[in-house]
């Protein structure tokens, strides 16, 4: 599925843009054709072409001249038309928009490649303009009493945020707070140890060592395929979700709180308390599919539960470590399902099953910026 590009312009494309035939202005890194509004504006024209081809951030929220309304972030919003790049690293492609680092810009998440996702973001700015959630605020009752709709919900957690030295946003902001966290030791420092004894107990009561292994060995391949339809059908069950707070709250505890704040290192893992609830369904199954032995039912969940170890673990690692050649591409490949293409790419452990049924990510190149647009 290819997603929507705006082209990224650099500094003296925008300025360029400073008449009232074509008037650009920026706020941050992003850029707006404001032509349209030059003659609308309550203020005067002469006032916006004042700031034409500039960056308009302080302006707007000044108190002394005039704090502008929503109404006039929203009219920005619909003609934001591409993203400011730094000279040294952007190239001109005239009218076929701009490439930044041989990557495009993102119209759905607003970046273009997966540094940006380690940037920093300003609270204050951030709710200003999008009417979100406020990042200087426990955000879980935000969320429960906003009212907003499932689009537009949807909208803003694909559109990742960071916060501020890598620590972790508040959810409850209360004593509450310690729950909703998980470090990634934990996974192994509980589930491994019951892995190993209900693997020891199963292969001594298979007494069959060829026999034991097939049965552990197609656990933990099947975690592969579970992993995948978890993580695509229930992770990402965005056109099915409920259009109510209980559904988007849910959806947001489950999986959308990690796509707002991908490099939150606290809330990247299962804690152990909602794994079980998960798994619950996978131990009857297995002892339901396995029913004439009991053992084989219990090597082939294990072999399961240490497919799921090892998925958590990489989840964790390609987030926030270097890692081997594989594992480089494993990374790559995960965050761009991050900050491109969140429709695509549900595989995190192996590519696999994506290949199988059609969900590679498959990164687009710039558009011409009329076509984008």
Request: aromatic residues 16%; negative net charge.
């Given at each position: 599925m290819t997603r929507k590009t705006l082209p990224t312009l650099t500094a003296a494309?925008?300025?360029?843009?400073?008449?009232?035939?074509?008037?650009?202005?920026?706020?941050?890194?992003?850029?707006?054709?404001?032509?349209?509004?030059?003659?609308?504006?309550?203020?005067?024209?002469?006032?916006?072409?004042?700031?034409?081809?500039?960056?308009?951030?302080?302006?707007?929220?000044?108190?002394?001249?005039?704090?502008?309304?929503?109404?006039?972030?929203?009219?920005?919003?619909?003609?934001?038309?591409?993203?400011?790049?730094?000279?040294?690293?952007?190239?001109?492609?005239?009218?076929?928009?701009?490439?930044v680092n041989g990557t495009a810009v993102y119209a759905s998440t607003g970046m273009?490649?997966?540094?940006?996702?380690?940037?920093?973001?300003?609270?204050?700015?951030?709710?200003?303009?999008?009417?979100?959630?406020?990042?200087?605020?426990?955000?879980?009752?935000?969320?429960?009493?906003?009212?907003?709709?499932?689009?537009?919900?949807?909208?803003?957690?694909?559109?990742?945020?960071?916060?501020?030295?890598?620590?972790?946003?508040?959810?409850?902001?209360?004593?509450?707070?310690?729950?909703?966290?998980?470090?990634?030791?934990?996974?192994?420092?509980?589930?491994?140890?019951?892995?190993?004894?209900?693997?020891?107990?199963?292969?001594?009561?298979?007494?069959?060592?060829?026999?034991?292994?097939?049965?552990?060995?197609?656990?933990?391949?099947?975690?592969?395929?579970?992993?995948?339809?978890?993580?695509?059908?229930?992770?990402?069950?965005?056109?099915?979700?409920?259009?109510?707070?209980?559904?988007?709250?849910?959806?947001?505890?489950?999986?959308?709180?990690?796509?707002?704040?991908?490099?939150?290192?606290?809330?990247?893992?299962?804690?152990?308390?909602?794994?079980?609830?998960?798994?619950?369904?996978?131990?009857?199954?297995?002892?339901?599919?396995?029913?004439?032995?009991?053992?084989?039912?219990?090597?082939?969940?294990?072999g399961g539960v240490f497919g799921y170890i090892c998925y958590d673990l990489t989840?964790?690692?390609?987030?926030?470590?270097?890692?081997?050649?594989?594992?480089?591409?494993?990374?790559?490949?995960?965050?761009?399902?991050?900050?491109?293409?969140?429709?695509?790419?549900?595989?995190?452990?192996?590519?696999?099953?994506?290949?199988?049924?059609?969900?590679?990510?498959?990164?687009?190149?710039?558009?011409?910026?009329?076509?984008?647009?």
């Amino acid at each position: 599925m290819t997603r929507k590009t705006l082209p990224t312009l650099t500094a003296a494309e925008v300025e360029s843009h400073s008449n009232a035939k074509s008037c650009y202005v920026t706020v941050g890194s992003k850029v707006y054709d404001i032509t349209s509004f030059v003659e609308d504006h309550p203020g005067g024209g002469d006032l916006i072409l004042e700031y034409a081809g500039k960056d308009v951030k302080d302006i707007l929220q000044d108190q002394v001249s005039h704090a502008h309304s929503d109404s006039a972030y929203e009219i920005l919003e619909e003609n934001l038309v591409g993203f400011v790049g730094s000279n040294s690293n952007t190239k001109s492609t005239g009218a076929n928009g701009s490439v930044v680092n041989g990557t495009a810009v993102y119209a759905s998440t607003g970046m273009s490649r997966e540094e940006d996702l380690s940037v920093e973001t300003d609270y204050t700015t951030d709710f200003q303009r999008y009417k979100f959630l406020d990042l200087n605020k426990p955000l879980l009752m935000q969320l429960w009493n906003s009212g907003f709709s499932k689009e537009f919900y949807l909208e803003q957690i694909h559109r990742p945020r960071h916060y501020k030295g890598g620590e972790s946003a508040p959810l409850f902001g209360n004593f509450l707070e310690p729950l909703s966290k998980t470090a990634w030791y934990v996974v192994p420092i509980v589930w491994v140890p019951p892995v190993v004894y209900g693997t020891y107990l199963g292969f001594a009561g298979l007494e069959n060592a060829p026999a034991s292994a097939s049965y552990w060995a197609f656990g933990f391949f099947l975690w592969s395929f579970i992993e995948y339809i978890m993580h695509r059908f229930l992770f990402h069950i965005d056109r099915f979700l409920p259009d109510n707070r209980v559904g988007i709250t849910l959806h947001f505890l489950l999986h959308g709180i990690h796509h707002y704040l991908p490099m939150d290192k606290y809330r990247l893992v299962m804690p152990p308390a909602l794994f079980i609830i998960l798994a619950t369904p996978f131990w009857r199954l297995a002892h339901t599919v396995f029913s004439y032995n009991w053992y084989a039912a219990l090597t082939v969940y294990c072999g399961g539960v240490f497919g799921y170890i090892c998925y958590d673990l990489t989840h964790y690692f390609l987030h926030h470590r270097n890692l081997p050649p594989y594992y480089k591409e494993l990374k790559k490949y995960h965050l761009q399902h991050h900050f491109a293409d969140f429709d695509n790419g549900f595989g995190v452990t192996s590519r696999f099953w994506d290949w199988v049924f059609g969900t590679e990510l498959e990164i687009p190149e710039p558009q011409n910026p009329k076509k984008a647009l």
